[in-house]
C-alpha cells in the first residue's frame, strides 16, 4: 500500500467543485477537432526533432520520449520534464545542440513520473535547480506502487530530488511564471509553466495530446480532475497560445475546450453508473467512450482507471 498523504479535505472540496463546474456543459464535436490535431502533428513533425516554438524556445522530442519543453536564455538553458533515464543521453544531445545552449541550469518536473523525472539525477549532480511542486516531491521520496499492475517506482536519490519546491505559484527573474494545478488532473502533484513573452504554456500530462491520458489515482488523479484541470488551463490561456502537453502535437485554446467536452462527458457517464451501484468492470464493458475512440484508441484501461478514481475520491477512507 502507497504511503499516501492524507488530503481528505482538499478531495472532498475538489470533487464539488468538479461537479458545480461541469454542470450545463453541452457536448461538442470533440471528434471532429481532434482530428484536426491529428493532422498538425502530421505537419509539424510530432514524435521527432525540435519543434521550435519561437527564437528562445523549443519542443525537444526524442523517439518514444514524452515532450520536454527547452528555453535558451543568457545562462543556459531552462527544461520543463527531462525524458526518462533511458532517454537522458538522448535527450542532453538534442538539447547541446540547440542553437546558442549552454548548461542546464533550471528544470521543472510537471509532476513524479519517471518519463518526466529521468535527467533529475544527472541534472542534481551538476547543480542544476530542480522546481516542483511539494506534492511531486514527497512522491519522489517515498517508493510508490501501482496497485493495478504492481509497478513498483523506487524513490529517487537525494541529489535527484527537487531542491526547489512551493505550492501554488511562482515567478522566475526571467519572468516565466508557474502554478500549482490543484485539481489532481493527472497526479495531486501537476504544475504549469508559462512563458508570458513566447506566450507558450507547458502542461506536462494535465493534458494528453495523444491518446487517452493514465490515471493515476494512487497518487491522487482521477476523471473529475482531468475535466477541472482543463477548465483551469482555459482561465490561463488565450486564444493564441500555444499549449504543450507531456505527449502528442502542440494544441490549441479550442483543443483543450474540446477535450474538457470530451471529458465532461465521459465524467458523467461515469458518475452515473457509479451511483447506480456499478462497477469497473460494468463501466468498461458499457463502453462509455465509443463515439471517442476511433480517434483516441481503445478506451477500456481508460474507463477502468477513471472507474477506480472515482472510488478513490468518494470511498471513506480515500
Ligand atoms: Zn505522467
Redesign the pocket.
Known amino acids: 500500500m502507497v504511503d499516501r498523504p492524507s488530503r481528505l479535505q482538499t478531495r472532498r472540496q475538489i470533487l464539488k467543485t468538479a461537479i458545480g463546474g461541469t454542470a450545463g456543459i453541452v457536448l461538442g464535436t470533440p471528434v471532429l477537432r481532434l482530428t484536426a490535431a491529428r493532422a498538425q502533428a502530421v505537419s509539424d513533425g510530432a514524435g521527432t526533432g525540435t519543434l521550435r516554438l519561437s527564437d528562445d524556445l523549443f519542443v525537444v522530442r526524442i523517439p518514444g520520449e514524452a515532450n520536454v519543453v527547452a528555453q535558451i536564455d543568457g545562462k543556459g538553458v531552462l527544461l520543463v520534464d527531462g525524458g526518462s533515464a533511458a532517454g537522458s543521453d538522448a535527450l542532453m544531445k538534442a538539447v547541446s545542440s540547440l542553437p546558442a545552449a549552454g548548461p542546464v541550469h533550471t528544470i521543472f518536473n510537471t509532476?513524479w513520473?519517471p518519463?518526466?523525472t529521468g535527467s533529475n539525477e544527472r541534472l542534481g549532480k551538476s547543480g542544476a535547480t530542480i522546481i516542483a511542486q511539494e506534492n511531486t516531491k514527497l512522491w519522489l521520496t517515498t517508493d510508490v506502487t501501482w496497485s493495478w499492475n504492481g509497478k513498483r517506482f523506487a524513490r529517487l536519490p537525494k541529489l535527484a530530488q527537487p531542491n526547489k519546491t512551493f505550492y501554488t505559484t511562482g515567478t522566475l527573474e526571467s519572468g516565466i511564471q508557474y502554478g500549482y494545478i490543484p485539481d489532481a488532473a493527472?497526479?495531486d502533484g501537476d504544475l504549469y509553466v508559462y512563458f508570458p513573452k513566447q506566450n507558450v504554456l507547458a502542461v506536462?500530462?494535465v493534458v494528453s495530446g495523444e491518446g487517452w491520458p493514465?490515471v493515476?489515482w494512487q497518487t491522487g488523479g482521477w476523471i473529475g480532475g482531468i475535466v477541472g484541470g482543463l477548465q483551469r488551463l482555459q482561465t490561463i490561456a488565450n486564444a493564441d497560445t500555444k499549449i504543450v502537453p507531456?505527449r502528442g502535437p502542440v494544441l490549441s485554446l479550442a483543443d483543450i475546450k474540446k477535450q474538457a467536452e470530451m471529458y465532461s462527458e465521459i465524467y458523467n457517464r461515469l458518475s452515473q453508473m457509479l451511483n447506480k451501484g456499478r462497477g469497473p468492470t460494468e463501466a468498461v464493458e458499457a463502453k462509455p467512450t465509443k463515439e471517442f475512440d476511433a480517434v483516441m484508441g481503445n478506451g477500456d484501461e481508460f474507463v477502468r482507471r477513471s472507474f477506480e478514481s472515482l472510488w478513490a475520491y468518494l470511498s471513506p477512507d480515500a
Open positions: 509532476h513520473h518519463e518526466q493527472h497526479t506536462g500530462d493514465v493515476d507531456g
